[in-house]
């Protein structure tokens, strides 16, 4: 079993930065997938990005493409999403989730999640 617990959401004016972690906890997550996702008020839950086990390897929806940046810190068995320029569209509960197998960018590939924290974006 793993554990995740996000941390670093909060209120922030339009092209200003937060940075999230997702602290896991039960075994480590140095070779697990971790998957960022993120659900806006009466939307559905959507990928925002992954980063790879073994490979470390990341993969961003195009909207945070260049702008969010997700890290890893095997040490910590932490994993990070550096969000810069945020909009005011990036609003939303963000949830961090592992894959202990590979997973890409659908909810359904992770049996792990978090319970989220919220990044308020204002304009």
């Known amino acids: 079993q793993v554990q995740l617990v996000e941390s670093g959401g909060g209120l922030v004016q339009a092209g200003g930065s937060l940075r999230l972690s997702c602290a896991a906890s039960g075994r480590t997550i140095s070779s697990a997938a971790m998957g960022w996702f993120r659900q806006a008020p009466g939307k559905e839950r959507e990928f925002v990005g992954r980063?790879?086990?073994?490979?470390?390897?990341?993969l961003y929806e195009h909207s945070v493409r260049g702008r969010f940046t997700i890290s890893r810190d095997n040490a910590k068995n932490t994993v990070y999403l550096q969000m810069n320029n945020l909009k005011p569209e990036d609003t939303a509960v963000y949830y961090c989730?592992?894959?202990?197998?590979?997973?890409?960018?659908?909810?359904?590939?992770?049996?792990?999640w978090g319970r989220g924290t919220q990044v308020t974006v204002s304009s």
């Open positions: 980063i790879g086990g073994s490979d470390g390897n990341t």
């Open positions: 989730a592992a894959s202990l197998s590979w997973a890409g960018t659908l909810v359904r590939n992770y049996p792990y």
